[in-house]
């Protein structure tokens, strides 16, 4: 498929009815998220929503270098209403992240005038959201750039940073790739390595384990295993293993089963329902593959008789899996290209998001959103690892992951993760799904599209005629 390019794409697709760019820096669309029936929402408590809300609102604030204190927050939320972000912000605070949502628009043009015409390697990439909102471009070569006609390409230069690189990104995935093909060597020699990921901001290999004494020995180890390791590009420390996120609970009843929808696993628990997929015969829903029993297993839709959907298929839950997800067949007139969208309170919003292409390139810093189901709210957040490797589990190790700030909870696995376009209305390209949770540091392992899509051997079902309709039934 053709790339999917930030709002000026977008506007292009409903002109055209063809992707001609790519969505490669939108940041955060405004959505609640999954939703539980209406008689579910009185056992909720005011004072639990209440905690709620200020919890996301504290993440939010925290993720993107905003003021953090208690009674700023709580005033704030009494003072403002929830506005697109789907957190309370003053005026001031979101005319400053539609800035930033500008300047990451420009980020696909800026690369391409780095490439082409300047004929310059970009060796580093990310987005400082703590320190105000600033894109980092990075050069190994940085005294030979022109860096003012960089910054003149740039419309918001104040919120550009060139600088200097040691290693270069694709350096250090090429280190990661290659400490990944020693994993099992290394756990022979009871070093408690935990997991591997790449960072443009700290330009390391960022190694945790679960034990102080292993960090030497895994230094040791490595430089005896590898040819020409230098241990200045790699920073081990402490770290855990992440955590599946499946457990017991439905939610409202649906027909299609939107993205986000929790799902049940007949004998397992409930995940939450990621998209619709298709191969040559059969059409799916795709969740986690941790998720699924046995192939032929019962997959259910809320506690409302009948609730059959679909029979689970077949999963890519293996040893060094790109994307621990199952595929779970459905009659064709369940498809749908919907991700649920609802206000944390658990009333229906009518603007869902409607899935109309994939998000395939990336960077650090990138906003996205995750419609989560046990969470029960669309939640926005930003990536912060690109090619996270490790421990999921006791005997599950991921490759190849992407990693976003937010924590995901129990019942979330197979959560829909997405970016979108605000002059656009309510569409959304799929970025991946959600499945496990880092029990430590907090924040959420994500599936990355185009590796669901190899594993299980599928297309996504997108919407390209904006006329699938769509009724939810409470």
């Known amino acids: 498929m053709e790339p999917f390019k930030p709002w000026r794409g977008m506007i292009d697709v409903l002109r055209s009815k063809y992707l001609v760019g790519l969505l490669i820096a939108l940041f955060f669309t405004v959505f609640s998220s999954q939703i539980f029936a209406e008689s579910n929402q009185a056992t909720t408590s005011d004072s639990a929503s209440g905690n709620f809300e200020y919890e996301k609102n504290l993440q939010f604030r925290t993720e993107f270098g905003f003021n953090t204190a208690k009674e700023y927050i709580e005033d704030t939320i009494k003072n403002e209403k929830v506005g697109k972000y789907y957190v309370s912000l003053t005026e001031s605070e979101e005319k400053e992240m539609d800035l930033r949502m500008k300047i990451q628009s420009e980020v696909p043009d800026i690369l391409k005038f780095i490439k082409e015409d300047l004929k310059y390697q970009v060796d580093g990439l990310f987005f400082d959201n703590i320190n105000g909102g600033i894109l980092n471009i990075g050069f190994k070569d940085l005294e030979k750039i022109d860096k003012e006609s960089i910054k003149g390409f740039v419309s918001e230069s104040t919120r550009l940073k060139l600088y200097q690189v040691r290693y270069s990104e694709s350096e250090l995935n090429a280190l ?51 040819n020409g390791f230098e241990k200045n590009m790699v920073n081990i420390s402490l770290g855990s293993r992440g955590e599946f996120t499946a457990f017991d609970r439905a939610a409202a009843r649906f027909r299609a089963v939107p993205g986000g929808a929790q799902i049940g696993f007949s004998g397992s628990g409930f995940c939450t329902n990621g998209f619709t997929a298709k191969d040559d015969s059969n059409y799916y829903y795709i969740s986690a593959g941790h998720c699924m029993g046995y192939a032929g297993q019962q997959v259910t839709q809320s506690y409302i008789l009948p609730n059959l959907v679909a029979y689970a298929n077949r999963e890519s839950l293996y040893w060094a899996t790109t994307a621990d997800a199952s595929a779970s067949t459905i009659d064709p007139s369940n498809a749908t290209s919907w991700i649920m969208n609802a206000n944390s309170g658990g009333l229906i919003n009518s603007q869902n998001n409607l899935i109309v292409a994939e998000q395939i390139n990336e960077f650090v810093g990138m906003g996205v959103c995750m419609s989560l189901g046990q969470t029960n709210s669309n939640i926005c957040t930003s990536v912060s690892d690109l090619n996270f490797n490790g421990n999921i589990g006791l005997f599950n190790w991921y490759t190849s992951y992407r990693k976003v700030l937010y924590t995901s909870v129990a019942g979330d696995s197979g959560s829909p993760v997405y970016v979108s376009c605000f002059e656009c209305g309510n569409y959304v390209a799929l970025y991946g799904m959600a499945t496990a949770n880092d029990g430590s540091s907090g924040g959420t392992y994500v599936a990355y599209i185009g590796n669901i899509k190899n594993e299980l051997d599928v297309e996504v079902v997108k919407n390209n005629n904006n006329s699938i309709t769509y009724t939810p039934f409470p």
Do not use: C, F, W, Y
């Open 176 to 226: 990661t790739s290659e400490i990944n093909k020693i994993v099992k060597d290394i756990h022979a020699q009871n070093i408690s390595m935990v997991s591997i990921s790449p960072s443009p901001i700290t330009q390391k290999v960022e190694i945790g384990v679960e034990d102080i004494s292993s960090i030497s020995r895994l230094k040791n180890a490595l430089s005896e295993m590898i």
